[in-house]
T-cell receptor
Framework: ETGVTQSPTHLIKTRGQQVTLRCSSQ?????VSWYQQALGQGPQFIFQ???????GRGNFPPRFSGLQFPNYSSELNVNALELDDSALYLC????????????FGDGTRLSIL | AQRVTQPEKLLSVFKGAPVELKCNYS??????LFWYVQYSRQRLQLLLR??SRESIKGFTADLNKGETSFHLKKPFAQEEDSAMYYC???????????FGQGTTLQVKP
């Protein structure tokens, strides 16, 4: 069974730029959720994708957007980067329905200069 | 507002001592609660969930709706239990977790 993989592992951008982070879900999982984890904080829910559509969103502005592909992999896009966007971005996959366990990737560390 | 609070950033105990990691939540409905753990150099992983009422690696957690708590307990800590522990609430819908800030458990030999 292949676990959740995220790319890239590290990324450095400057304010105002745009970034795309990628996530391959665990084999057999059809739902992908994205979280932002600032230093010293717990993960914060950004949004979830199921059947290629957004299925719930946390308190994040529209410049955070995403996609899910037919193979269930997903992208997180952030436009107009701000310094506060510096964080670890975690992807988690699961089966839809009930409270299925979330399986997390190692994350992408994004630094904004 | 839906919220999870873990009041201790760091909990340090000696091997063999009992451990209790505190978690309090704020949620108006019927909560689904979880404990996730992150060992050094490993990814975040599910430890246990209240709906299963199971014991994993000697850890248990009981949901107390009156006190809105879901504390994680283990009677005898082991050095390998040293890790970051997060309490999480499924308050936004299935699979959409609200995490606490986390507690680092340090088990000293």
């Amino acid at each position: 069974e292949t676990g959740v993989t995220q790319s890239p592992t590290h990324l450095i951008k400057t304010r105002g730029q745009q970034v795309t982070l990628r996530c391959s879900s665990q084999s057999g999982h059809n739902t992908v959720s994205w979280y932002q984890q600032a230093l010293g904080q717990g993960p914060q829910f950004i949004f979830q994708y199921y059947r290629e559509e957004e299925n719930g969103r946390g308190n994040f502005p529209p410049r955070f957007s995403g996609l899910q592909f037919p193979n269930y992999s997903s992208e997180l896009n952030v436009n107009a980067l701000e310094l506060d966007d510096s964080a670890l971005y975690l992807c988690a996959s699961s089966l839809q329905g009930g409270d299925q366990p979330q399986h997390f990737g190692d994350g992408t560390r994004l630094s904004i200069l | 507002a839906q919220r999870v609070t873990q009041p201790e950033k760091l909990l340090s105990v000696f091997k063999g001592a009992p451990v209790e990691l505190k978690c309090n939540y704020s949620y108006s409905g019927s909560p689904e609660l979880f404990w996730y753990v992150q060992y050094s150099r490993q990814r975040l992983q599910l430890l246990l969930r209240h709906i299963s009422r199971e014991s994993i690696k000697g850890f248990t957690a009981d949901l107390n709706k009156g006190e809105t708590s879901f504390h994680l307990k283990k009677p005898f800590a082991q050095e390998e239990d040293s890790a970051m522990y997060y309490c999480a609430l499924s308050g936004l819908g299935a699979g959409k977790l609200i995490f606490g800030q986390g507690t680092t458990l340090q088990v000293k030999p």
